[in-house]
């Protein structure tokens, strides 16, 4: 019999420790692997709270969101586990404390030091956009720090999946804190979770600089009232150039409002900028697929000329289970009329050397240029979006005789762009992929 919840210290493999934080719906708790010896937060929901409050849905998303976004400054889950009565998020610890902690504490920080924290947020927030994620709570208390000193956000429990668009494309529900909410938020006459994620980017970057809120006010009503005429000032310590930066983000109309894309082109913003390095599950390393093209441009020839004689890879039953999740092999269907799954794969029971011909044929039109080898190719985009150029990786594998199946992956660019691409793609190929 299990220990009762006051005494007990052990949750799964976790040595359960200190409480960290606290929540309305939720409790986190410090955690030791017992045999790892890794540290781990651990968020306890109470299943009767979520229950009576409806919030079910709210929670799943909540983890698949999580598990879908995987940055260097977002924290990270790690597993899930529950029991009769609670659910436990297993998290990443991030050991630095809350970033306002630090402001509290030390008072408002340096420009360079605000830089570098507003890029790592920046960064962030635009990677998540890119997947339709929203986080439509950013807040202080929502930023942590690493050991290393490095930003890291936190709780995704408020953000928003495709799903809760209403007919007219936009987000509806109003929530967060009103001192970092965006005037179309409070509004709620439906917004775009981009451009709102980035006004509260902005009144965290002034709060960093500053030292205090740019909207403040006892009244809420005043409080309302300025955030809809953006009226702030900024101290005399900022820089011009900080200002009018701050101007942009500032901006109470959202169709004005600077966009994560022309944040990076900023000069302000750009000093000392390093993109965050990290692997993500659906962007496979450059290097691989430059590896695969690298030979030398003789070799890569013969191998065209040869390629009647090559068969593509043949799948063995344990990539064959990996990839359909467990023993139930319709997971190894995916169709292209099923990309929110992500997996971007479709089957044929074309000859391999026909499929590559026709995702050349197809590709090419839409502005892709198209390097084989073998049963391998790599397809780069001719113009610049978002991200840099688009780059996708392809390979045909044997699923059995005469069966194929065609992967593809995003090597480099855009995750939104990747995937109207290959919605793009996969019309024109309709004829050679098997249902
Ligand atoms: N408080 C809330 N989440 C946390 C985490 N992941 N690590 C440390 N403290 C936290």
């Not at 044929?348 to 197809?362: D, H, L, Y």
């Amino acid at each position: 019999m299990s220990a009762p919840a006051a005494v007990r210290t052990r949750i799964g493999k976790y040595e359960i420790g200190k409480t960290l934080g606290e929540g309305t719906f939720a409790k986190v708790k410090y955690g030791k692997h017992v045999e790892t010896g890794v540290d781990v937060a651990i968020k306890i929901i109470d299943k009767d709270k979520i229950l009576k409050h409806k919030m079910v849905e709210q929670i799943k998303r909540e983890i698949s969101t999580m598990k879908l976004v995987k940055h260097p400054n977002i924290v990270q889950i790690l597993e899930v586990l529950a029991s009769k009565t609670k659910i436990y998020l297993v998290l990443e610890y991030v050991s630095g404390g809350e970033l306002f902690s630090k402001i509290l504490n030390q008072g408002r920080l340096r420009e360079d030091q605000s830089r570098k924290y507003f890029q790592q947020l920046i960064d962030a927030v635009d990677y998540c956009h890119s997947r339709r994620v929203y986080h439509r709570d950013l807040k202080p208390e929502n930023l942590l720090l690493d050991a290393e000193g490095n930003l890291k956000i936190s709780d995704f429990g408020l953000s928003a999946l495709p799903q809760q668009f209403r007919a007219d494309g936009l987000l509806h529900t109003t929530c967060g804190t009103p001192n970092y909410v965006a005037p179309e938020v409070i509004d709620d006459k439906g917004y775009d979770g981009a451009k709102a994620d980035l006004w509260s980017c902005g009144i965290i970057l002034y709060v960093l600089m500053a030292g205090y809120l740019p909207f403040d006010e006892a009244s809420i009503m005043t409080l309302y009232k300025k955030i809809h005429k953006a009226d702030f000032t900024c101290p005399p310590w900022f820089s011009p150039a900080a200002r009018r930066f701050i101007l942009q983000i500032l901006d109470p109309n959202p169709k004005t409002r600077i966009t994560a894309a022309q944040i990076y082109k900023i000069d302000w913003f750009k000093k000392g900028y390093t993109p965050a390095k990290f692997k993500q599950k659906d962007d496979i390393s450059l290097e691989d697929i430059e590896s695969v093209f690298s030979e030398s441009m003789d070799k890569h020839e013969h191998m065209e000329l040869q390629k009647n004689e090559k068969k593509p890879t043949i799948m063995n039953a344990f990539q064959l289970i990996t990839l359909s999740n467990g023993l139930n092999l319709s997971g190894l269907f995916d169709t292209p009329e099923d990309p929110k799954k992500g997996d971007t794969r479709f089957t044929s029971i074309k000859p391999a050397n026909e499929i590559i011909a026709s995702i050349k044929e197809v590709a090419k039109p839409l502005g892709f240029d198209v390097q084989t080898c073998d049963f391998k190719m790599k397809m780069k985009g001719d113009k610049e979006g978002r991200k840099g150029h688009l780059s996708v990786a392809t390979q045909v594998f044997e699923v059995a005789p005469s069966l194929f199946m065609v992967e593809l992956r995003k090597a480099h660019g855009d995750t939104l762009e990747y995937h109207n691409f290959y919605n793009e793609l996969s019309k024109g190929l309709k004829d050679i992929v098997w249902r």
